[in-house]
T-cell receptor, first 116, second 111 residues
Framework: EAGVAQSPRYKIIEKRQSVAFWCNPI?????LYWYQQILGQGPKLLIQ????????DSQLPKDRFSAERLKGVDSTLKIQPAKLEDSAVYLC??????????????FGPGTRLLVL | SQKIEQNSEALNIQEGKTATLTCNYT??????LQWYRQDPGRGPVFLLL?????KEKRKERLKVTFDTTLKQSLFHITASQPADSATYLC??????????FGKGTMLLVSP
């Protein structure tokens, strides 16, 4: 089966600019996750969708970050305006149900963002 | 506050030896714990899951233990190979279905 697809793979922007990332999860997966991974750290959950509803966005900086998952499939994550500390890899993952039963999460390759 | 701690320094071992990585946690009561592998420039890849009522889980050359009293999981790779070189992340269920990851430990296996 095809894996989780993300684009772009790399992005360089200046601070205060806006940027958007796209994710296409594995077909049929109900749950989609966006993580931020800063160099030397583990992935940190930003937002979790179950179909097209938000399950957890407690760590999403809502003053500048937004995410949507239209029709319960693809998702976009936007940052506006970007700050230097947003430089990180943004990982998208999906899982079949995401109901806390110990499911495997399948990760995409990530988008590497550099804010200058 | 909740914490997940993994060896911050890289672990260097010789090919053929057993690698042992540690994951300690505080202020969690996770129903399960997962281990992932991450190669440079790639997303994490799931390796093993162990539930709170399981002491040990094995998959090929991999073995995971889970001690809820010590609040610790150990991850072992036996007969290690240079291809095992990567960063290994532990992750705990920290909510209904939310995973919290440790920082990871880099493993370097020398020929």
């Amino acid at each position: 089966e095809a894996g989780v697809a993300q684009s772009p793979r790399y992005k360089i922007i200046e601070k205060r600019q806006s940027v958007a990332f796209w994710c296409n999860p594995i077909s049929g997966h109900a749950t989609l996750y966006w993580y931020q991974q800063i160099l030397g750290q583990g992935p940190k959950l930003l937002i979790q969708f179950q179909n097209n509803g938000v399950v957890d966005d407690s760590q999403l900086p809502k003053d500048r970050f937004s995410a949507e998952r239209l029709k319960g499939v693809d998702s976009t994550l936007k940052i506006q305006p970007a700050k230097l500390e947003d430089s990180a890899v943004y990982l998208c993952a999906s899982s079949p149900r995401g109901t806390g039963v110990g499911e495997t999460q399948y990760f995409g390759p990530g988008t590497r963002l550099l804010v200058l | 506050s909740q914490k997940i701690e993994q060896n911050s320094e890289a672990l260097n071992i010789q090919e053929g030896k057993t690698a042992t990585l540690t994951c300690n946690y505080t202020n969690y009561s996770p129903a399960y714990l997962q281990w992932y592998r991450q190669d440079p420039g790639r997303g994490p890849v799931f390796l093993l899951l162990i539930r709170e009522n399981e002491k040990e889980k094995r998959k090929e050359r991999l073995k995971v233990t889970f001690d809820t009293t010590l609040k610790q999981s150990l991850f072992h790779i036996t007969a290690s190979q240079p291809a095992d070189s990567a960063t290994y992340l532990c992750a705990l269920l920290s909510g209904y279905s939310t995973l919290t990851f440790g920082k990871g430990t880099m493993l370097l296996v020398s020929p």
